[in-house]
């Protein structure tokens, strides 16, 4: 169902569509940033954008160099399709779930077409167990973001 692609080779699609005016990530707003989380590689695992329904991309990495830098990925979700049949993902104009291994990755809710509030992450899943969160806050390692924000940057946090 999907072929396993270098960095270059993943959907990113997400770039020819709009930025929510403000995504609230685990009680952080994002107010027109483009990715919430990316990697020195280059790889962001998820993005939202603008739609009737949220638009969603989703990778994984599946193979790592030396120094455990992810070098070859998958598409799980790209432009809110399913790409992998261990991803179960519920869409709708409210907002959206994605769940692997019956552990909920992303939900997102209060989606009004221009605003969306993502209240849980956890991409253990997809090989980030360091990144979780909920309406409380953001975790990413030891540390915790909660109620804070950013406006016209391309990156939220980068790992």
């Known amino acids: 169902m999907n072929n396993i692609k270098s960095l ?4 990113c699609s997400y770039k020819d569509y709009d930025l929510y005016n403000c995504l609230t990530v685990c009680s952080n707003q994002l107010v027109d940033t483009t990715n ?30 030396s120094n455990n830098n ?3 990925f998958l598409d799980l979700i790209v432009n809110s399709e399913i790409k992998h049949e261990a991803v179960s993902f519920v869409n709708s104009v409210h907002g959206f779930q994605v769940i692997i291994n019956n552990i909920v990755v992303i939900e997102a809710g209060n989606h009004n077409g221009i605003d969306l509030e993502i209240v849980k992450i956890d991409l253990s899943p997809i090989g980030l167990p360091q990144v979780i969160g909920d309406i409380k806050g953001l975790k990413i390692g030891g540390m915790t973001m909660s109620r804070s924000g950013v406006k016209n940057s391309n990156t939220f946090i980068g790992l």
């Open 70 to 72: 992810p070098i070859k």
């Open 8 to 11: 270059e080779d993943i959907d």
């Open 36 to 65: 919430v989380l990316k990697l020195s590689s280059g790889w962001v695992p998820f993005s939202i954008r603008k739609g009737e329904s949220p638009r969603v991309w989703l990778s994984a990495p599946v193979e790592f160099d």
